[in-house]
């Protein structure tokens, strides 16, 4: 059996939706928190732009659990081929994470950390008959 067609390959993109909806429920949840993941030490002070703050936090969590649930879909609707293509494009969300990290001056490893074993396995995921 070639590894594009392992069992264990939707295991791996299944915990990878598992780990991006939890992302964007605690940003939902607690926008504080979720901003520590980008190194931002604290959330602004003043009323305004913590609504704004918290608003683009909703807005950052829901992409998250989209993307977890777009990854439950096609694991479950068996398309590899899609799952893949969904992996693959989580993975550069992570890079673009890491890049905005790193335009704020660290943190980027926590992002660029992960974002090539989400890449390997949608290219792996890719490779499906």
Known sequence: M??????????????????????????????AHALTFFEFARPPTSA???????????????????????MYAAAYFG????????????SAVAFVDGAVCKMNGEGEWSHWGYAPMVAVTGALLLGSP
């Open 79 to 90: 398309n590899r081929k899609a799952l893949g293509a969904i992996v693959l494009a989580a």
């Open 2 to 31: 070639p590894i594009s067609r392992s069992p264990i390959l939707l295991l791996v993109a299944t915990a990878f939706g598992t780990v991006f909806i939890g992302f964007g429920i605690n940003a939902i949840l607690r926008p």
């Open 48 to 70: 305004v732009d913590r609504q704004l703050v918290d608003s683009l936090m909703i807005i950052y969590g829901v992409r998250d659990i989209f993307m977890g649930l777009a």
